[in-house]
């Protein structure tokens, strides 16, 4: 596939294609075009899919965990969760039902759930109206503007999070300091690591590349001509420091900051990267950016610093800042292709 370009590609599907391809099984398979273009931690997109009898049996592809930045696969499994929650809005754009059988044995080798599809003349709105947010959505690290959500999109939002209240949970304004201080304390240890930082270089890309993972140095503003020297870069200096005080900053000028809390239990990491997913592509629909800033989560001591601010029985897992983009994200990050990651 000579003219196959990891950043637009898979991002350029013709949805009707989707009524061309023959049979059910072909329908699956061109389904999971759209669940590889979910967000994946450093875009590792640690995931495969298996087309059987039940529908499609997902899997985790822990050959691509971060033993470092992720030690417990907690983010490696909530980014097959946000896999199959594409799964589903897309399931339910072209007419099905589905539903979701979760393994609730541990073992590595089973898939982590299996999805089963129905024909419906009524598909779930709440999942299909996310349709379009699909191929839209982009995680967006560059400043903020200086302003609060709009009120039509704020009542959406807060009627969305209520539907997901176990889940997601705004952070209170007397709380924002204090995290903004955890998440400075987070890149300072974070980063002081340098098997941390070297984990971290081997999925940074040059922003033009042939790579189908990892993240390209533009989505961090690095311009190309540098791109290619990001690895190096991150594994030679410790900028714990001036990225302690750029995310401080990112997180005192967002309009927003939302935490997503579960149990560390397979299924409901799963789950909660659905609702992750399903957070974003409704953020994408209401024209509101998000970036992650989960550096507290990370740090051990700094995860119970941050759950004892939470009015949440379960820890946290995710922290997001949101607000309006001064500019969107000029290129989406690459993917591979969904073909590469069908088990035959
Ligand atoms: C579970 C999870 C954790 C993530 N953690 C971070 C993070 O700590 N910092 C960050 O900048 N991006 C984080 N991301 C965003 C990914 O880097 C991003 O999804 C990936 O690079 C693909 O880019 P895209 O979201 O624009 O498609 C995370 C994404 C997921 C799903």
């Known amino acids: 596939m000579s003219d196959f370009d990891p950043r637009t590609t898979p991002w350029q599907i013709d949805e009707s294609e989707f009524y061309e391809v023959e049979g059910h099984n072909a329908q699956l398979a061109f389904l999971l075009r759209y669940a590889v273009l979910a967000p994946s931690s450093h875009n590792a997109q640690p995931w495969s899919f298996a087309i059987c009898d039940e529908g499609i049996a997902v899997r985790a592809d822990y050959t691509r965990r971060l033993p470092l ?7 490696l499994l909530m980014s097959v969760g946000a896999s199959i929650a594409n799964l589903r809005v897309a399931a339910a754009h072209f007419g099905y039902e589905t539903t979701v059988m ?26 299909a109206r996310l349709f379009p947010a699909i191929t839209a959505r982009r995680t967006n690290r560059q400043p903020f503007e200086p302003r609060t959500i709009e009120d039509p999109a704020l009542s959406a939002l807060c009627d969305f999070m209520d ?63 540098i791109s290619a020297l990001g690895p190096w870069l991150m594994r030679q200096i410790d900028i714990g420091p001036a990225q302690a005080r750029h995310d401080r900053a990112l997180a005192q000028g967002a309009a927003g900051m939302i935490v997503v809390t579960a149990e560390d239990d397979r299924t409901s990491l799963i789950r909660a990267g659905e609702s992750l997913e399903r957070l974003l592509l409704m953020l994408t629909s209401l024209g509101i950016s998000y970036s992650f800033l989960n550096q507290p989560v990370e740090v051990g001591a700094l995860r119970g610093e941050l759950w004892a601010m939470l009015r949440s ?10 607000g309006y983009a001064v500019r969107p994200v000029a290129k989406a990050m690459p993917r591979r292709p969904a073909e590469s990651v069908v088990a035959r």
């Open 69 to 75: 930045a992720d030690p417990r696969d907690r983010e």
């Open 102 to 127: 979760y393994q609730a044995r541990e073992e590595e080798d089973l898939p982590v759930a299996t999805v089963a599809f129905r024909e419906t003349c009524s598909p779930a709105p709440e999942l």
């Open 163 to 225: 539907e997901h209240g176990k889940t997601l949970h705004f952070v209170v304004t007397h709380d924002r300091e204090r995290i903004a201080a955890l998440i400075e304390e987070g890149d300072r240890t974070l980063m002081a690591d340098p098997a941390f930082r070297t984990e971290f270089a081997r999925w940074i890309r040059p922003n033009v590349s042939s790579a189908t993972d990892g993240i390209c140095g533009d989505a961090f503003g690095i311009p190309g001509p």
């Open 313 to 322: 029985p379960h820890p946290p897992q995710l922290l997001l800042r949101i």
